[in-house]
């Protein structure tokens, strides 16, 4: 690890680490507050000899005093001087035991024994260290040499009797706090270094440097918990996360120089790493810099891409390989700025079979000399193959990773796989990135404040686009789980000129899309009235509660609606009179269980 990797985990785990200090401090005071308190008194002796009639003598009589006096103060524990203190005292203590609580040592250079002694009671401590220190005496005169005279050469006098303390001597609390503070720092960092250490989850381009030297084509951040929207540059075209997919296929325009990257395939490790949602979000940046772009949805196993942008998905690559259909009745065309969508069609017992036979060469061929740019979703190349080989039939490969949810071992395997069949890897894409606040000004959507009202708060979604709010408010998907997004409606107008195209085509589109969509709606007679609708078509008029003076069909407000409004058709549609061209264009409602207006809903993709 670099230096500032070091700094990096003390940042990111210093939470950790204080916790546990604080614990460990805590669990020594807690341990400190259980040991019984302790008295300890001294009680000191002076060793001396006896012979010596000149200065010489004295001088060796000195030195074997200060030689022989460590053996006495050892003496001072042993059960020959510990005995007689138990019978004079009466302690119901024996000799070992009451060695445990006397220490007793001789300061350097001197011949002066201190007797220390550790008791529950401040008064036997004292008498037990004047007992320790005159047995001390005694046995020690008993057992050192005597002179001509029959008299001991050694003396051992008490010279510092002990005094009962005042003061307990023990638990030493703050020594065992501060001990218990320092073990659980340093538990601490053990655990942020292990943990980082044994972390093999994907953080950034480091991460990828030690799984092969991969490229890093982008991040993309995490949306909000309860933002739904599977289209983000759809929803909020000036989000961070719409501008994570343009910086992505920016990325992947200039990762070749040499020959010009005109399809990638896009795969993951595991499944739940986000591959198809960035596959989508990936085919709408490209039509916004790219006239011609087909999404395919190759993923045969587990296919999402036609749920996801809620289209009909019965039809698609499964029917074209096996001969039912052709190809161009398959695909389904997307308006201006969005992407042609082939879905998988129904699901294959043979996946891995369909995609890599030459049918499915031959059609990717051809889609390649009809499209400028194709963006495929595959299913993960760890657990199945059936993605392999389509690598080798692109221009490049764009694997997905979940921010700290893919490990290196995983990705490494993916890129293992892929490397057998000599895909071109371009990169990986870092998905659900948390979002560090740093592109908060470049992300700022001017539009999406201009629904607040004067006094700072913000009206319900549904409400501010009833009354003409523009439609990029759509950044706010699902403000609350009672209150439904309403991606926009017709501002209410008796005056044509007062029609704000931008407001027709408030869902993405314009007036010249919805009338060209408008073409291609069933006629009236084939609208399955038992659809719940979600088929395309037109109500009769005498279907809605009519006025009661005119007879005319009114609207759920109950009043006659102009020609340029939009009507809520009972089976879930409503039409709009442009007054400037004469022509009628229908949207499909979702119907709304809370008692606001419903939702259009543009005909084709988007």
Do not use: C
């Not at 000191?44 to 060796?60: A, R």
């Not at 990638?264 to 739940?272: D, E, F, H």
């Amino acid at each position: 690890m670099e230096p500032q990797e070091y700094l990096g985990v003390l940042r990111k785990r210093w939470l950790a680490i204080v916790a546990l200090a604080v614990l460990g401090g805590a669990a020594g005071y807690g341990y400190a507050q259980t040991l019984p308190t302790t008295y300890t008194s001294t009680s000191s002796v002076f060793v001396s000899t006896l012979q010596g009639d000149n200065t010489s003598e004295l001088v060796q009589g000195s030195l074997y005093t200060q030689n022989i006096v460590q053996s006495y103060a050892a003496l001072a524990t042993m059960p020959a001087v510990l005995d007689p203190v138990i019978e004079d005292l009466d302690l119901n203590l024996d000799a070992r035991q009451l060695g445990r609580t006397i220490s007793a040592n001789t300061p350097l250079n001197t011949v002066i024994i201190e007797i220390t002694v550790s008791s529950y009671s401040a008064d036997q401590a004292a008498e037990v260290a004047d007992a320790v220190a005159s047995s001390l005496a005694t046995v020690a005169e008993d057992l050192s040499p005597q002179d001509a005279a029959g008299k001991p050469s050694i003396s051992l006098q008490v010279v510092a009797p002990a005094h009962v303390p005042t003061v307990p001597s023990g638990p030493n609390t703050r020594l065992l706090a501060i001990t218990g503070l320092a073990i659980g720092a340093l538990l601490g960092l053990v655990y942020a270094f292990g943990r980082e250490l044994l972390d093999t989850r994907i953080h950034g381009t480091a991460d990828l440097l030690r799984v092969g030297n991969l490229q890093l084509m982008g991040t993309v951040p995490r949306g909000r918990r309860r933002q739904t929207d599977i289209v983000v540059l759809r929803a909020s075209p000036h989000g961070p996360r719409a501008e994570a997919y343009r910086r992505i296929f920016t990325n992947i325009e200039f990762a070749d120089v040499d020959n010009k990257v005109s399809s990638v395939v896009v795969t993951s490790a595991l499944p739940g790493e986000g591959k198809s949602f960035t596959a989508i979000n990936l085919a709408y940046a490209a039509a916004e810099r790219v006239d011609r772009v087909l999404l395919i949805d190759a993923d045969l196993r587990r296919p999402s891409v036609a749920e996801y942008l809620g289209v009909e998905g019965a039809s698609g690559l499964t029917t074209v390989l096996r001969g039912e259909i052709e190809t161009a009745d398959a695909i389904l065309p997307g308006r201006k700025g969005s992407p042609d969508v082939l879905p998988s069609g129904i699901t294959p017992p043979n996946p891995g079979q369909l995609l890599a036979s030459q049918t499915m060469a031959n059609l990717l061929a051809d889609l390649q000399e009809q499209y400028d740019f194709i963006v495929i979703d595959t299913p993960p190349v760890a657990p199945v193959m059936d993605a392999l080989p389509l690598t080798r039939l692109v221009d490049g490969t764009i694997v997905v990773a979940r921010f700290k949810v893919t490990r290196r071992g995983q990705l490494s395997r993916a890129i293992a796989n892929l490397s057998g069949v000599n895909a071109h890897v371009l990169g990986v894409v870092l998905n659900r990135v948390e979002d560090r606040g740093d592109e908060t000004y470049y992300s700022h959507d001017p539009q999406h404040d201009a629904a607040a009202t004067s006094d700072g708060k913000r009206r319900p979604s549904w409400l501010r686009r009833s009354a003409g709010a523009p439609a990029s408010d759509a950044a706010e998907p699902q403000e609350a789980a009672d209150e439904p997004e309403m991606p926009g409606t017709l501002p209410d107008t008796d005056d044509p000129a007062g029609v704000d195209p931008a407001s027709v085509g408030a869902i993405g589109g314009s007036v010249d899309d919805i009338d060209e969509n408008a073409e291609s709606l069933p006629p009236a007679d084939e609208v399955d009235e038992a659809d719940e609708g979600e088929a395309l078509g037109r109500a009769e008029p005498e279907d809605r509660p009519a006025d009661a003076e005119s007879g005319e069909p009114t609207d759920s407000d109950g009043r006659i609606p102009a020609d340029d409004d939009v009507v809520p058709e009972p089976s879930g549609h409503a039409r709009e009179s442009d007054a400037l061209t004469g022509t009628q264009r229908t949207f499909r409602i979702r119907r709304s269980t809370s008692g606001r207006p419903g939702v259009p809903v543009e005909p084709e993709l988007g």
